[in-house]
């Protein structure tokens, strides 16, 4: 497993924060109130543009696929930061 990243999540857009992970974790870092969502692509599909698949989550996201798989994150009510290790 690669060092771990912190990546800025701006309100209301996607952010792909892992590309063809397979396994690893998503820690929330920001103290910011905001509403965590995240989905997933099969690597190399097009991104998420919606929220029609978007699932809530609080502190952590756990990933775990057989295949390799893009990770999207979004908050919904500000601007926030992510913990990636894959």
Not at 32 to 57: I, W
């Amino acid at each position: 497993m690669a060092n771990p990243v912190l990546v800025p999540c701006p309100e209301g857009t996607w952010t792909k924060v892992a590309t063809a992970a397979t396994a690893g974790i998503i820690n929330v870092t920001s103290t910011a109130p905001s509403k965590y969502t995240q989905t997933y692509r099969e690597t190399g599909e097009p991104a998420p543009t919606t929220l029609a698949e978007a699932v809530p989550f609080e502190d952590e996201l756990i990933i775990s696929s057989s295949t390799a798989i893009d990770v999207y994150i979004q908050p919904l009510q500000e601007a926030g930061e992510v913990r990636v290790s894959v």
